[in-house]
């Protein structure tokens, strides 16, 4: 029996986003202390619920009533390394979705050995930038630190070798968003380069993804991880297109993009999704 084709349509993505504000997720963030506040204000403005929840003893625990989870490697000291791996064994043993974001990997060791024990205990998704995922996949050296060298394309076979070895979802930001599965792939070319500039302008897309992974559903052109994560990633770039436009730089866009996500609705999603 062929597979059945899947697209992201403005529909579906406004779909998602109407199940996230009608039930908000509660998203445990281990994540970077540069974007904490920003990736919290960004799950605020989008509808979900933060929650900080990074000391052993305690993620482990959080891990198995959120409603999904976000491991970011941007500053891992050790009580969050620790705490890290508790999480994402709880996630697992009680379903919940996760999301890896392996940020830097590959040219600094510490992180590059977490993201391997932790990509073995098989994310529901890996949000990163091309480099990133090349590296993680042992097809590249890493990025310039948290910055990407590669474009998306050329990253394509080491996520899909990634989906398809560990059963994740890959996300690969860049100039086009591309989000794989290992079988089927989906482009979206929304976005701005100003979310570049923005500390966290990366970084909160995976606690944004791990949001939309908590309404998902059933697979399904309407449904699934792929879907979800690609929905997450169209709703997170149309609002920061759409604040781009009456930005006049990084300290202006930050606030307006908040307020494009609190504001973001299926009229402007329909009007400025760009998806293949």
Known sequence: MSRMTIRLTP???????SRLRAEPPLVQCLTNAVVTNFTANVLLALGAAPAMTDIPGEAGPFARVASAVLINLGTPHADQRTAMLEAAEAANAAGTPWVLDPVAVGSLPVRTALASELLALR???????A??????AGLGSG?????????????LPAASLLAAKYGCIVAVSGATDVITDGTDTLRLSNGTSLLT?????????????A???AV?????????GLVA????TAAYTVAAEHAAASASGPGSFAPIFLDALWHLDAELVAERLAAA
Do not use: Q, W, Y
Request: hydrophobic letters at 45%.
């Open 11 to 17: 529909l579906t993505v406004s779909n998602h986003l």
């Open 123 to 129: 994310p529901t998704a890996v949000r990163a930038n």
């Open 131 to 136: 480099s990133e995922i090349m590296a993680l």
């Open 143 to 155: 990025g310039r630190g948290v910055d990407a060298t590669d474009n998306p394309e050329d990253a």
């Open 197 to 209: 500039k923005v500390t966290g302008g990366g970084c909160a897309l995976g606690a944004v993804t």
């Open 211 to 213: 949001a939309f992974l």
């Open 216 to 224: 998902a559903g059933d697979a399904g052109p309407d449904g699934g």
């Open 229 to 232: 994560a690609a929905a997450a």
